[in-house]
C-alpha cells in the first residue's frame, strides 16, 4: 500500500478517470472532519478541523483528487513547516506541523482506499 501512495503522491497512479477522482479535496476534507466529530475523542477532532483551517488558507477551493502532485504536497509540507501560525501569531509547535500534515495525507491515502 505505501508503494502505491507514493506513486499516486508522485503523479504517476491514474485516477483521472475516476468519480471520487473530480471531488475537491477540501470539500472531501471536510466531510472527513464532520465523520471525526462524530466518532473520535475531541483533541483528534480538532486537529482535524485546525488542519482544515490551515488547509484552506493555502488549497484552492476548486482544486480536485486529479490535480494533487507531488509539487501540492511539498508546498502544504513547507507551509505548515514554514508559514503556518497559530491564532496567537506565533509559528506552529514540531508536534502540530506533524500532525496537521499527517491529517492531510491521511485524507489522501484514504482516496487510496476508495480507488482501490
Partial sequence: MSIRKAEFVQGKCDLK???KSKR???NYFA????EKQEQDS???????FSTHQH????????LTFDEIDEN??????????????TKSDLPLSQNSKYSYFNKFKAALGMLLMMAI
Fill in 31 to 34: 466531510e472527513k472532519t464532520e
Fill in 72 to 85: 501540492l504536497v511539498k508546498k502544504v509540507r513547507s507551509y505548515f513547516d514554514n508559514i503556518a501560525r
Fill in 17 to 19: 478517470n475516476t468519480t
Fill in 24 to 26: 475537491t479535496f477540501l
Fill in 55 to 62: 488547509l484552506k488558507k493555502i488549497i484552492s477551493k476548486n
Fill in 42 to 48: 475531541s483533541n483528534n477532532y480538532g486537529n482535524w
